[in-house]
């Protein structure tokens, strides 16, 4: 073999060697979609309501656009949990599909979107409106078949996204002070005018005492505190249902989100006001008990005597509330206390 024909053998394996090398490093990649399997992509700001349905229900709500709050639609005036509902327009904004399956659905209830597991309907400020249907899940439980109302288009979106968008219809973000309380659970309600305890009753259930409610002996001592008059059980279960049914009319905005006690004196549910005190016990699934309270301090009412302001739970919110159900629990400190009768 002559020394030129050597050399261009050696140069053509150099070559060959450096190609292996780099299809190594560097294996083929996949053709991308020149149009990213995105639903939509929307800007948080430019959402006005949101709609979502299960095939059991469904919730709404619409944007405030002077406070920047979301409010239900139902319970009308009721904003939501702040707590709760951070993020969820930028996830509604733009729910990114893990690929198209197919350019043509064909059959919808092959796919569970004949009758959508999941439908969601964002409408935007210049009044057009993103529909979204969620189908069944996928063979392998990691995603959903969905599809985008108005398109032919099957895609498949995250199963986890499905799923904290159902929560909102399942489990509603409702504010932290828009109670519910189950009256069975309560063992002790305390009445409190100038901060100070004017009235109590406690449950028990001690084999060493009388089984039932108490009127508390004043000053109270003991959680829940102590007494031994005993009070009537059916007066005091209409007591406890009336408490445990808040009948809220809604929110003013600029009774959202209150820094200081001074900003709570206008609407008269300020330190100072009548004040409910409810605290309840109950087991969980480990036989554990769980502490927890509902608190209410009554304020004034509106101008047209319709309402009354109240603060639930020490939050930063005034809620205006049904008078004719503020003023019974007003009542409840100057009426008689329910003492069982001899």
């Known amino acids: 073999m002559g020394l030129r024909v050597a050399l261009i053998l050696i140069i053509a394996l150099s070559w060959a060697s450096v190609g292996i090398a780099w299809f190594i490093k560097n294996p083929p990649q996949a053709e991308s979609d020149p149009n990213p399997p995105y639903f939509y992509t929307l800007p948080s700001a430019d959402i006005k309501r949101i709609s979502i349905s299960t095939a059991e229900s469904g919730v709404s709500w619409i944007l405030n656009e002077d406070s920047r709050t979301w409010f239900f639609e139902e319970p009308d005036g009721i904003p939501v949990s702040q707590r709760r509902w951070g993020g969820i327009t930028t996830l509604l904004g733009g729910p990114q599909t893990q690929r198209k399956l197919s350019d043509e659905i064909g059959d919808l209830a092959k796919y569970g979107l004949d009758n959508p597991q999941l439908s969601i309907?964002?409408?935007?400020?210049?009044?057009s409106e993103i529909g979204l249907d969620i189908g069944q899940l996928t063979p392998d439980n990691r995603g959903n078949y969905s599809?985008?109302?108005g398109f032919p288009q099957l895609v498949m979106v995250d199963a986890s996204w499905g799923q904290v968008l159902t929560r909102l219809v399942t489990e509603p973000p409702l504010p932290e002070w828009y109670y519910s309380m189950d009256p069975?659970?309560?063992n002790e309600v305390l009445f409190f005018e100038n901060n100070e305890v004017v009235r109590g009753y406690s449950y028990s259930d001690d084999k060493d005492e009388t089984v039932g409610?108490?009127?508390c002996d004043l000053p109270v001592e003991g959680e829940p505190c102590k007494g031994t008059k005993p009070l009537d059980a059916n007066l005091m279960t209409e007591l406890l249902s009336n408490i445990a049914k808040p009948r809220f009319?809604?929110?003013?905005?600029?009774?959202?989100?209150?820094?200081?006690?001074?900003?709570f004196e206008p609407y008269g549910a300020g330190l100072l006001a009548p004040y409910i005190f409810i605290r309840l016990e109950e087991e969980d699934s480990?036989?554990?008990t769980i502490v927890s309270r509902v608190s209410i301090s009554l304020g004034k009412l509106t101008a047209d005597d319709t309402e009354m302001y109240v603060r639930v739970n020490d939050s930063d919110t005034v809620a205006r509330v049904?008078?004719?159900w503020g003023n019974y629990l007003l009542g409840l400190?100057?009426?008689?206390?329910p003492v069982s009768q001899p």
């Open 249 to 263: 009319v809604g929110v003013d905005t600029e009774s959202l989100r209150l820094q200081d006690e001074a900003d």
């Open 286 to 288: 480990r036989n554990i």
């Open 333 to 337: 400190f100057t009426e008689p206390a």
């Open 322 to 324: 049904e008078s004719e």
């Open 213 to 215: 409610w108490h009127l």
């Open 184 to 186: 069975n659970n309560a």
């Open 147 to 149: 599809r985008l109302v």
């Open 121 to 127: 309907r964002v409408l935007l400020k210049d009044g």
